[in-house]
């Protein structure tokens, strides 16, 4: 039988806090959360591993970011107790499930369907997080605006709607791919105005809907 705890500690201790993750309540968030119970039953013995994993195939296929990148965007929001935090495409609900240990309210938006129904079962019993089903690039307006939002997967663009859903002084994060790379970003609004800075390297995949839109040249 597989010792889950165990592999729980370990990718605690071996991956996200040698990657500066230092905000203990993340830490603690991530020891307590089964993240097996997050993805599907056939792929619970690799949980835990150092990488994203895949969890629908098609194009584009739709994957749980790896643990320590997953840690550090999280710690990049700077989440307080009294926050509303916008979760765009978790899935099946891990990154909600730990938003939800440091925020009042999580509003997760989630699009596939084979997605939303794990995630319903394992987020049922958390009265802090509100599940919404739609397009991820929209957002979820009507239940903002938000303190932060966290953008599990890649972007090469991010929508000026989605942005607008944040309070002043709110934060986004996403990783930004440009020429083929990635970097964790946060974007942080100021009134009327955004900033964007990058934070580190990381590799995921792009999010349906954040595309960037083609340009067209007469």
């Known amino acids: 039988m597989t010792d889950f705890a165990t592999q729980r500690k370990f990718m605690v201790d071996t991956q996200v806090r040698p990657s ?103 987020l049922a019993a958390l009265p802090a997080v509100k599940q919404v089903v739609g397009d991820l690039a929209a957002g979820a307006a009507g239940d903002g605006p938000y303190d932060a939002i966290l953008v599990n997967g890649a972007v090469e663009d991010i929508p000026a709607g989605l942005l607008d859903q944040l309070k002043d002084q709110g934060r986004l994060v996403a990783v930004r791919v440009e020429r083929g790379v990635g970097r964790a970003t946060l974007w942080r609004r100021y009134g009327v105005k955004f900033d964007s800075r990058a934070l580190f390297d990381a590799g995921a995949s792009i999010l349906p809907g954040f595309e960037r839109k083609a340009e067209f040249i007469f």
Request: aromatic residues 4%; hydrophobic residues 50%; proline residues 5%.
């Open 20 to 122: 500066d993750v230092t905000d203990r309540r993340i830490i603690r968030a991530m020891l307590e959360v089964p993240r097996e119970a997050f993805v599907p039953a056939a792929l619970q013995s690799i949980a835990y591993m150092d990488e994203q994993i895949r969890l629908i195939d098609g194009k584009p296929g739709r994957y749980l970011l790896a643990p320590r990148t997953l840690a550090k965007m999280i710690q990049s929001l700077d989440v307080s107790a009294d926050n509303a935090v916008l979760d765009i495409g978790g899935g099946t609900g891990y990154s909600a499930a730990l938003l939800a240990k440091l925020a009042k309210r999580v509003v997760a938006v989630e699009v596939a369907p084979a997605l939303t129904n794990l995630a319903q079962a394992q």
